[in-house]
T-cell receptor, first 116, second 112 residues
Framework: EAGVAQSPRYKIIEKRQSVAFWCNPI?????LYWYQQILGQGPKLLIQFQNNGVVDDSQLPKDRFSAERLKGVDSTLKIQPAKLEDSAVYLCASSADTSGGAYEQYFGPGTRLTVT | GQNIDQPTEMTATEGAIVQINCTYQ??????LFWYQQHAGEAPTFLSYNVLDGLEEKGRFSSFLSRSKGYSYLLLKELQMKDSASYLC?????????????FGTGTQLKVEL
């Protein structure tokens, strides 16, 4: 079974530039998550999709971040414009969980973003 | 919201046993997960508890007390490869879907 795919793996941009990340979840997983992980901290949920609908985006800075999951499969996360404090690893995860149960999240390798 | 507390760092000796504690406060508890994260890698699933008691899986065990808002991860027969960050994550049922909130992680260092 193929895991969660993410690209790019690394990205360096200057502040005020734009960047986009792509995620392809495990086939059949209804729920997709984007996390931001700053060095030394745990992952922080940015947005959660179930199929192509948003379940939770309460911690997404909507003035600069946007995400979509067209057709309920792949997803993209965009930052426009980037700030220095956006430097972090952006993790995508997917899960078969839709209503509870022992459904763990499977994480992709992440995209390490550096904003200079 | 949620408040998840776990120690920042721990050090243990190869072959020994270590217990990593996690306390949490939440309104719609719907399960607790432990993840392992090696430096520069993605988190990987270790264990899941939703009912009180101990879940054992090889060298790893996880305990949950819902009334106390407390869990621990027990690692036995420590190996050098167990040096990693251990993340406690609490799942809430938050109107419309489950939300997983992670603690800051406990950095475990295993020494000879």
């Amino acid at each position: 079974e193929a895991g969660v795919a993410q690209s790019p793996r690394y990205k360096i941009i200057e502040k005020r530039q734009s960047v986009a990340f792509w995620c392809n979840p495990i086939s059949g997983h209804a729920t997709l998550y984007w996390y931001q992980q700053i060095l030394g901290q745990g992952p922080k949920l940015l947005i959660q999709f179930q199929n192509n609908g948003v379940v939770d985006d309460s911690q997404l800075p909507k003035d600069r971040f946007s995400a979509e999951r067209l057709k309920g499969v792949d997803s993209t996360l965009k930052i426009q414009p980037a700030k220095l404090e956006d430097s972090a690893v952006y993790l995508c995860a997917s899960s078969a969980d839709t209503s509870g149960g022992a459904y763990e999240q499977y994480f992709g390798p992440g995209t390490r973003l550096t904003v200079t | 919201g949620q408040n998840i507390d776990q120690p920042t760092e721990m050090t243990a000796t190869e072959g020994a046993i270590v217990q990593i504690n996690c306390t949490y406060q939440t309104s719609g508890f719907n399960g607790l997960f432990w993840y392992q994260q090696h430096a520069g890698e993605a988190p990987t699933f270790l264990s899941y508890n939703v009912l009180d008691g101990l879940e054992e899986k090889g060298r790893f065990s996880s305990f949950l007390s819902r009334s106390k808002g407390y869990s621990y991860l027990l690692l036995k027969e420590l190996q050098m490869k167990d040096s990693a960050s251990y993340l406690c994550a609490v799942r809430d049922w938050a109107g419309g879907g489950n939300k997983l909130t992670f603690g800051t992680g406990t950095q475990l260092k295993v020494e000879l």
